[in-house]
């Protein structure tokens, strides 16, 4: 099955920037979103279609993406953007639903 | 706004089945697909399947393809999604969300369901 990598955890003290990364075969070609989740919380979209940000989202969220790795940035950090973080995309060869494996964004 | 509202924790012995609700507000119900999504404790995020209040319409991940299934009620603005033949594996919250293209912009609040003799 489709296989989306990311780290399994970044470290950032307040105020420098989180990068948080997501690798696969099809990324280059697919519509890749992210997702913040803090503990016992739903998932909240923070990007869509690789670098748009949802209403709401701070600007200090961004995204991008270079061959077969998407990028998710955190500027300016806080405390409060400590959190589990996911990308996502379509797969469009078999029509299913891929989710990132991770990655546990430590504020220092 | 956008709500979704899930029913509560569950509790099944295996080989049970188990159904969670999702209703949904402040959009056109039959206008977007309801995306299924659980998340086991400590785990990472696992799609499910899809179902499109509309029409009917679903898309199983192979993982689940048998053993879910879903129903409406349109006038209630609700989704309801049955896992049967439980085990143990499938202790996990359950979220549903709403589908906009390729990607879940509002989520529900989760629905934990245990699974245990």
């Known amino acids: 099955s489709y296989v989306l990598t990311q780290p399994p955890s970044v470290s950032v003290a307040p105020g420098q920037t989180a990068r948080v990364t997501c690798g696969g075969n099809?990324?280059?070609?697919?519509?890749v979103h992210w997702y913040q989740q803090t503990p016992g919380q739903a998932p909240v979209m923070v990007v869509y279609d690789d670098s748009d940000r949802p209403s709401g989202i701070p600007e200090r969220f961004s995204g991008s993406k270079s061959g077969n790795t998407a990028t998710l940035t955190i500027t300016r950090v806080e405390a409060a953007d400590e959190a589990d973080y996911y990308c996502?995309?379509?797969?469009?060869?078999?029509?299913?639903?891929?989710f990132g494996t991770g990655t546990k964004v430590t504020v220092l | 706004q956008v709500q979704f509202v899930q029913s509560g924790a569950e509790m099944k012995k295996p080989g049970a089945t188990v159904t969670v609700s999702c209703r949904a507000s402040?959009?056109?119900?039959?206008?977007?697909?309801i995306q299924w999504v659980r998340q086991a404790p400590g785990q990472g995020l696992e799609w499910m399947a899809w179902?499109?209040?509309?029409?009917?319409?679903?898309k199983f991940s192979q993982i689940f393809e048998g053993r879910v299934s879903f129903t409406r009620d349109t006038s209630a603005s609700t989704v309801y999604m049955s896992l049967s033949n439980l085990r143990s594996e499938d202790t996990a919250t359950y979220y549903c969300?709403?589908?906009?293209?390729?990607?879940?912009?509002?989520w529900g609040p989760g629905t934990l369901v245990t699974v245990s003799s």
């Open positions: 402040g959009y056109s119900f039959t206008r977007y697909a």
């Open positions: 179902f499109n209040p509309g029409n009917g319409n679903t």
């Open positions: 969300a709403r589908k906009v293209a390729d990607r879940f912009d509002y």
């Open positions: 099809n990324v280059g070609a697919e519509s």
């Open positions: 996502q995309l379509w797969d469009s060869s078999s029509g299913h639903y891929v």
